[in-house]
Structures are given as C-alpha cells and as structure tokens.
C-alpha cells in the first residue's frame, strides 16, 4: 500500500493498478475513518456508515494534498512514527503495521474483517515525530549483523535449535508469503532487501517454536527470546527502510520526467 499509493501520488502508476496490486491481499478492500472528524475532513464514511473502496482513499489523499506515505512496523515498546498514544497507536499495535501521512496528519491501518475482506480505516495522526528514516544500506548491514550475533548468543547460551525439518520448515514459509507486484522502475535493492528480511523472519518464526515435546525449559525460552529479539528490529528496520527506499526512487524518477 506504501509503495503503489506513493507511486500513484506521484503520478508513476494509474487508481487501477493500485487497485489490482492490493488484490493481492484481499479480493475486498473497505475504507472508512476512525471517527467522525477524521471522516468529515476527508469526505469518507465514519464508523457507524457504510464503508467505502479504496478508490475513494486514493481520491481523498489526493484531495487533502498527500504526497508522502511512511511505512510503519510498530511493537509493544517500539512505537516510533505513531505520535505517541491514542486510537491509532492502539490500533496499529493491533495490526503490526500502519501507514503514516505526516503531511496531511493521517495514519492507515489495515484489518482483516472477514475471509477475503481487509479493511482500512483512517485515523487523525498525533503530533509527533515523524518515522525514522534509516539508509537502506544501514539497514542491511545491520540485518546480517543481527544474524550473526544471534547464532553466536543461541550458540553460547545452548539453545540454537537443530530440529530436524528446520530448514524445509523455513523454505515453505518463505514460499506461503504473498508475492505481491510492484511497481514498474522498483529498485532491485530494495526488492533484495525485502526478500532477505522475508527469509530471516521465517527463520525466527521456525527458531521461537516449541521445541519438540517442550523439551525446552522456561529459562532456556526466555533466554531464546532474548537473543532472537534484536534480529526481529533488525527486520522491521530493514523492511521500513526498503520501503523508504522505494517510495524515494519513485518519486525521483518521477520529478525526472
């Protein structure tokens, strides 16, 4: 959504090719706002009103002159680019993931409300600082290091799993994910980003599962996810800076022409 509504603002890709690249997520798309200012300022349906498609928010971004669209993987304890408390903040945590307008004060969250319908609704975005930005290649750097701290700390600690069917286990999660299109002129880099941060988070979704009859002891656990917990930042920033990178390559090549 970042990336193809980026695109679109500026002017890069058509309402439809946004429209069939998020079909990749869902067949239904809804669009409503969080409460009833946020829905009069954006001209969109409120909460208690019949949702609308995203057709309509491409439309009202474009009316309320956005120009800029953030990524934003939010955790407990990480809540950075969210502006602090409130609805929306809640509600991305919820999700794991939210878009950020800072230009136009507005933050997007995406909901599963139903089989094949994923709903976004709009929120007033909280004063606060914006995302932060990372260089991709600092992001990257920084995922292959937290790959090697965290085999070195599981290794020390006698933890590091060797369960049989590991490596299958981490391939077929990898090939489940959604495959979604992008955009035409999108950087390999970030592509090879993203792919890599797809395969290290199946990695560490494989290592944080039970170990075989629960042979693993709550400390051990606790001590797992200790050392584990730096690779999973490490792949939200190399994600939201992918993304970054993207949107950036974009929109430059668009001013060019």
Same mark, same amino acid.
């Not at 603002?9 to 409460?35: C, F, I, K, S, Y």
């Not at 009833?36 to 019949?50: F, I, N, R, Y």
């Given at each position: ?140 750097? *920084?995922? =292959? ?5 965290? !085999? #070195?700390?599981?290794? &020390?600690?006698? +933890?590091? $799993?060797? /369960?049989? @069917? ?65 690779? *999973?930042? =490490? ?5 939201? !800076? #992918?993304?970054?990178? &993207?949107?950036? +390559?974009? $929109?430059? /090549?668009? @001013?060019?022409?």
């Amino acid at each position: 959504m970042v990336v193809w509504t980026s695109a679109w603002l500026h002017g890069v890709v058509g309402a439809d090719d946004v429209l069939d690249a998020l079909r990749t997520w869902a067949e239904q798309h809804e669009v409503v706002a969080n409460d009833h200012g946020t829905a009069t300022a954006l001209d969109l349906p409120g909460p208690e009103e019949t949702p609308s498609g995203p057709a309509m928010l491409l439309a009202a971004l474009r009316r309320a002159g956005a120009a800029e669209a953030r990524l934003v993987l939010p955790v407990p304890g990480d809540v950075r680019g969210l502006g602090g408390g409130g609805p929306f903040t809640d509600a991305a945590l919820r999700a794991g993931n939210a878009v950020v307008l800072q230009d136009i004060g507005v933050g997007v969250v995406p909901h599963p409300v139903a089989e094949g319908i994923l709903r976004w609704t709009l929120f007033d975005l909280p004063a606060g600082p914006p995302p932060e930005y990372v260089p991709l290649g600092e992001a990257e750097h *920084g995922l =292959a290091g937290a790959m090697r701290d965290a !085999a #070195a700390t599981l290794h &020390a600690l006698d +933890v590091a $799993s060797n /369960r049989p @069917g590991a490596r299958a286990e981490i391939n077929a999660l990898v090939r489940s994910a959604p495959r979604p299109p992008w955009p035409q002129g999108m950087p390999g880099r970030s592509l090879r980003v993203l792919q890599r941060a797809a395969e290290v988070a199946a990695i560490l979704e494989v290592a944080m599962g039970d170990e075989p009859g629960g042979a693993l002891s709550a400390s051990a656990a606790t001590a797992r996810s200790e050392a584990l917990r730096p690779l *999973g930042d =490490a792949v939200r920033r190399a994600r939201c !800076a #992918a993304v970054d990178e &993207a949107v950036r +390559v974009l $929109s430059d /090549r668009a @001013g060019q022409h």
